[in-house]
């Protein structure tokens, strides 16, 4: 599961850049803060990896297995 | 359902949003400290955050949610050396910027390694006084254009590493932001290591360094650490001509050496 924290997002693009399987891409979309945010376009291809993450400069991004309610 | 952030819980309330622009690497630096202490399970209430003037300042302060002392232009290690002095027990860590480490407060920085004082010093080195324009520093590449030397840098830059290890430091690493996984292991190291530790994160200032510079926005800048960077387990196997324009990255030294507070507290026990 990825979550894109859209009001800490800066458009930055490094989430996008540094993801090996472009799972991200920058959307047309204009935030609050009138910024591109990322969008999420293929998620079945994303392993974990955490580069996103790691790389976001703003903790905008995050992984993480979708936890199940039992 | 939400995911939360495994940082966030670090984090001052209220103060959610960073101070830096888009892309700027000292949102990489703060987080991969973050993630030590986390990694670390240690408490960040045992922990003071000391930081001067510039940009890379305000990696800690006001962001984490610990005590952070935001001093004056140059004088983060002189602070710091105070608070460490004053109660050894609490762990030290300055955050600050080339100019304000190397330059206006160069001497600290080398006295405070020579003393082996038990402190980590963490320098985002992005080249250029970000937070005043783009001037010229003593980490500028050479030849490079900033705001103060439109027809080129004449001066060579500081090789921070040697400088720390010549001085004494005990802990010396050197990374980039694209090294953000090794960085943040170098910091669990340093924050371990008892005596002066030393870790430059070379970084990317893409407002003031890589418009006025032309080396690019802040993926451009990444991208070309990455590809720059030499391990400096390699280096020896490489001629200098290959070496040019490379970043060494890696640990440059890790050695043992009597640290300043517990030298104090020996020759306390006895004086009597
Ligand atoms: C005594 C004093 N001299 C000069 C300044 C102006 N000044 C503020 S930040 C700065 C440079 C900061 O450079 P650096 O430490 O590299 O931080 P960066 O903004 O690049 O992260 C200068 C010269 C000041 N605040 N105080
Ligand atoms: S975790 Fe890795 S693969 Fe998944 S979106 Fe982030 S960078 Fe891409
Ligand atoms: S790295 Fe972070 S701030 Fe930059 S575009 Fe991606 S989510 Fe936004
Ligand atoms: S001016 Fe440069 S160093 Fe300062 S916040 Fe902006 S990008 Fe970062
Ligand atoms: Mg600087």
Excluded at chain 1, 8 to 36: E, Q, R, W, Y
Excluded at chain 2, 52 to 73: E, K, M, Q, R, Y
Excluded at chain 2, 89 to 96: N, P
Excluded at chain 2, 104 to 116: D, E, L, S, T, V
Aim: glycine share 10%; net charge positive; with cysteine.
């Amino acid at each position: 599961m990825i979550e894109i924290n859209e009001e800490l997002c800066k458009g930055c693009g490094l989430c996008v850049a540094f993801c090996p399987k472009d799972v991200l891409k920058m959307s047309n979309k204009l935030t609050k803060k009138g910024i591109h945010p990322p969008e999420v376009i293929n998620e079945k291809d994303c392993t974990l990896c955490g580069n996103c993450m790691l790389y976001c400069p703003d903790l905008a991004i995050v992984i993480g297995k979708e936890e199940k309610i039992v | 359902m939400k995911i939360v952030h495994p940082l966030i819980k670090y984090v001052r309330p209220g103060f959610l949003s960073t101070t830096n622009c888009a892309g700027c690497g000292n949102g990489i630096i703060a987080q991969s400290i973050l993630r030590a202490v986390d990694e670390l399970e240690m408490d960040i209430d045992d922990f003071v955050f000391v930081s001067g003037i510039g940009c890379a300042a305000w990696i800690p302060s006001p962001f984490f949610n610990a005590d952070v002392l935001h001093t004056t232009h140059g004088r983060p290690i002189a602070f710091a050396t105070g608070v460490k002095l004053s109660n050894p027990k609490l762990r030290v860590m300055v955050v600050s910027g080339d100019g304000d480490l190397v330059a206006i407060g160069g001497n600290h920085f080398i006295h405070a390694a020579r003393r082996n004082i038990d402190l980590t010093v963490i320098c985002a080195n992005n080249g250029i006084y970000g937070m005043t324009g783009g001037q010229v520093g003593p980490t500028t590449p050479s030849g490079l254009k900033t705001a103060t030397t439109p027809y080129g840098n004449l001066e060579r830059p500081f090789d921070l590493p040697n400088l720390a290890k010549a001085a004494g430091a005990v802990y010396v690493a050197r990374w980039t932001t694209y090294h953000a996984r090794q960085l943040t292991k170098s910091i669990k190291r340093a924050v371990q290591k008892k005596g002066f530790s030393f870790i430059e994160v070379i970084s990317q200032c893409p407002v003031q360094f890589g418009r006025r510079t032309g080396a690019g926005n802040a993926v451009t800048m990444m991208q070309n650490y990455k590809k720059n960077s030499v391990s400096i387990k390699k280096v020896d196997k490489l001629k200098e001509n290959e070496l040019k324009g490379k970043i060494i990255v890696g640990e440059f030294i890790d050695r043992e050496e009597p640290e300043l507070c517990e030298e104090i507290a020996k020759m306390r026990e006895r004086i009597g």
